[in-house]
């Protein structure tokens, strides 16, 4: 097990907790982390630790970004998936789904929904489905920056050709998410089918920064086969390619699944993991996911006092979501969209942040 003993309770004696809080603090001067730093902090920190470096992490996104909690309405566009990643509840050989796409029609109402409640950002999410060409996607896009000129959307559907990334931005997408999901190649091909190229994601995470597009890696928390050395990868990787954004979440097993039995991530290694990126990449925009919240009950305060600021509340149709299954017992705020958002800004409040309804620029943003 990793981090076994961030998840066991076990605490280091002084002379061991010393030597941890000095590389807490000299990260958080620096920003900067060694190989050899990274590998002794996630093989020996423990409970005692953990308060203190996820204070470091909250207090850096304190000073950068406040107290404001970023609100991005999420809309589950397809689950139609031709990629195989074996933790992953849609993978195209999972026959148990019911697969949808929503019409053009669909998402923009789903979207004026969101925008009557508030929203001024969205993540349009989906399976990397070859039904959506570049064609439909453009204009989709087209309309949806003439119609609401005041908000922005990140759209995270996987894996596209260089020609297909730049044709998007063209048409006035700027910000996509693709999880990196482990930037250990032999972990990578332990997590998914032959057929799918660690190589080839890379790439586009590449291709998607050259173009000049705002970019979210991002990986996950204990799949099945993560040793520490894997997380020191992540972490290294992220410290390279310094992503505007990074999604970090436990692996959660999904019951049609071949890791159905594998055991979830725990909020206390995912705690560690945010508030490292956050004092290595200080400007990330760093969510406090989902799947955090469906590990741990405490997870959503545990995410954002790690240095977490946004959250995804999800706008997509309670009928489809239900069809929208990465993982089991995905934990929402509700079911209904503004259930879903009056919840999640009262939890927000109660927590002691801002929820900030708004476009949630990276602080380096700046209108193309
Ligand atoms: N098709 C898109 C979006 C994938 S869903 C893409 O490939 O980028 C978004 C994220 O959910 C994935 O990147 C993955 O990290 C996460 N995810 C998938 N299955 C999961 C599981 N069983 N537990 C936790 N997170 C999971």
């Excluded at 076990?10 to 030597?19: A, C, P, R």
């Excluded at 470091?56 to 000073?63: C, I, P, S, V, W």
């Excluded at 959250?311 to 209904?336: C, F, S």
Aim: glycine share 8%; net charge negative; charged share 25%.
């Amino acid at each position: 097990m990793i981090l076994p003993n961030i998840t066991q309770n076990y605490v280091n004696d002084d002379h061991q907790s010393n030597i941890i809080m000095e590389m807490i603090d000299t990260l958080a001067k620096s920003h900067i982390i060694s190989q050899g730093v990274c590998e002794y902090l996630l093989d020996h920190i423990s409970m005692r630790e953990l308060p203190y470096l996820m204070m470091k992490a909250r207090e850096l996104t304190d000073q950068i970004y406040g107290k404001e909690i970023f609100f991005r309405g999420l809309i589950e566009i397809t689950n139609v998936c031709s990629q195989g990643c074996y933790y992953c509840g849609l993978q195209s050989g999972n026959n148990l789904v019911n697969r949808y796409r929503m019409s053009e029609t669909a998402i923009l109402s789903t979207v004026e929904e969101g925008y009557q409640l508030g929203f001024r950002s969205f993540v349009w999410q989906g399976g990397e489905d070859a039904g959506l060409t570049d064609e439909w996607l453009c204009s989709l896009i087209r309309k949806f920056r003439a119609d609401y000129p005041d908000c922005v959307v990140t759209l995270s559907i996987g894996e596209r050709s260089r020609a297909s990334y730049q044709a998007l931005y063209d048409s006035g997408l700027d910000r996509c998410l693709l999880r990196h999901e482990s930037a250990s190649k032999s972990l990578y091909e332990k997590l998914h089918p032959q057929w799918m190229s660690f190589d080839h994601r890379m790439q586009c995470l590449q291709d998607l920064k050259d173009i000049g597009y705002w970019v979210g890696a991002g990986f996950l928390i204990n799949p099945p086969f993560q040793k520490n050395a894997d997380l020191v990868e992540d972490l290294m990787f992220i410290q390279r390619f310094q992503p505007h954004m990074c999604g970090i979440g436990p692996f959660i097993p999904h019951p049609d699944t071949k890791f159905r039995d594998e055991e979830a991530g725990y909020g206390n290694q995912t705690a560690v993991m945010l508030a490292l990126v956050r004092l290595i990449v200080p400007e990330v925009l760093l969510p406090a996911t989902t799947a955090l919240a469906t590990v741990d009950a405490l997870g959503r305060s545990k995410g954002l006092n790690s240095g977490g600021n946004v959250v995804m509340p999800n706008l997509t149709a309670p009928d489809i979501r239900k069809l929208y299954e990465i993982y089991a017992q995905k934990k929402n705020w509700g079911d209904e969209a503004a259930e879903n958002v009056k919840r999640a800004i009262r939890d927000i409040e109660e927590l002691g942040y801002i929820p900030a309804l708004t476009r949630g620029d990276h602080i380096s943003y700046k209108e193309k």
